[in-house]
């Protein structure tokens, strides 16, 4: 862990039931556009910083650290979605989970009716999210880590500014990502010593220290 990344996790410790994050698709994941053409024999182009991140995510999932990791997207092909998970699934797949995202939520999704080409993201859709995949809803605004290419979303007015991550410059494919990720890279980190902590209280409770016997104790067994 840098020495920046473990002053920010010092202020900002993992909340109760964890952190949520949520992964836009387009420009932010992987730069095709599935609405606009087919991939056809073209393999989808993943954006390498934001793949990173999940699996950083995924492996802080498995530490409790992150709760949910939902992806919110305005893409209306849930096909193409699916694609793209078991592509990082594959990436990750030392891992337990058999599947990356808790929930996935195209622009189609029953929940986000009436149609719109553009429907907004807010804390609505990823309370519903989070409902449907068992997961705790309390102080969600909180919790919720946003990560996008656009900075417009009505979720940037319901969440902690520095929640949300715009992607910069939107990802497209060879492009370059310079997002500054160090805030969310410091929240998943594992932090340091924790484990040994909660093994010496975990020894401490098992096998009580024996005290010695005092010499009047000795005396008194004695007799």
Known sequence: MT?????ISSYLPTPKNGWILVFDLDNTIV????????????????????????????EARERAIVSGIF???NNADYFFAKVI????????????????????MARNHPFRSPPDDDPPKSLREVEY?????????????????FIDDRATH??????????????????????????DFHFLEALLEPKKGGRQRRTTRKRLQTFPLKR????????????
Do not use: C, W
């Open 3 to 7: 020495e920046e990344n473990e002053n």
């Open 31 to 58: 730069g095709d556009y599935s609405d606009q053409r087919s991939i056809d024999a073209e393999e989808p182009s993943l954006n390498p910083s934001v793949v990173e991140i999940l699996r950083k995510a995924t």
């Open 71 to 73: 992806l919110l997207t």
């Open 85 to 104: 998970e078991l592509t990082l699934a594959m990436k990750f797949k030392k891992h337990r989970y058999k599947v990356v995202f808790d929930y996935i």
């Open 129 to 145: 999210m989070a409902k449907e995949s068992g997961i705790s809803t309390e102080n969600l605004a909180n919790r919720v880590i």
């Open 154 to 179: 009505e979720i940037a007015k319901e969440i902690p500014k520095e929640h949300y991550i715009v992607i910069t410059p939107p990802f497209v494919r060879g492009g370059d990502d310079r997002t």
């Open 212 to 223: 010695k016997k005092s010499k009047k104790q000795k005396s008194n067994t004695s007799r």
